[in-house]
């Protein structure tokens, strides 16, 4: 956006610039809302993963649940999980592409699998 201002445009331009100032200071300043977490029974959770992009199947999610490697609670007999949970769960099951420590733990991983095979 190459303009040429003027020396009389300046004014209106600068008035402009402080309501969008102004505009955002009051964005800024609005209290947050609190967050109340999202629960979800079983298929939920599953379309939650999916919308976050995790692809998760129901029997990968049972078994997860059933070695309690998952956070959830039992209400009667459906589980209930939380997103909050579900979201700090996924952050500790993923790692950083780069990572020193993720190269040389795929390196061993390859190195056992081929150990196994004979």
């Given amino acids: 956006m190459n303009t040429v201002l003027t020396f ?24 947050a809302e609190p967050h109340q977490p999202q629960r979800f029974d079983f298929s939920g959770a599953i379309d939650y993963f999916n919308k976050m992009g995790y692809t998760m199947s129901p029997s990968k999610l049972q078994k997860l649940c059933a070695n309690k490697k998952i956070p959830c609670r039992k209400f009667n007999s459906r589980l209930i999980f939380e997103s909050v949970e579900l979201d700090a769960w996924v952050k500790s099951q993923t790692i950083t592409v780069g990572d020193d420590s993720c190269v040389a733990l795929t390196l061993s991983e390859s190195a056992n699998r081929k150990l196994r095979r004979g």
């Fill in 8 to 31: 009389d445009q300046i004014p209106v331009m600068v008035g402009q610039i402080l309501e969008k100032v102004n505009r955002l200071e009051g964005l800024l300043n609005k209290p």
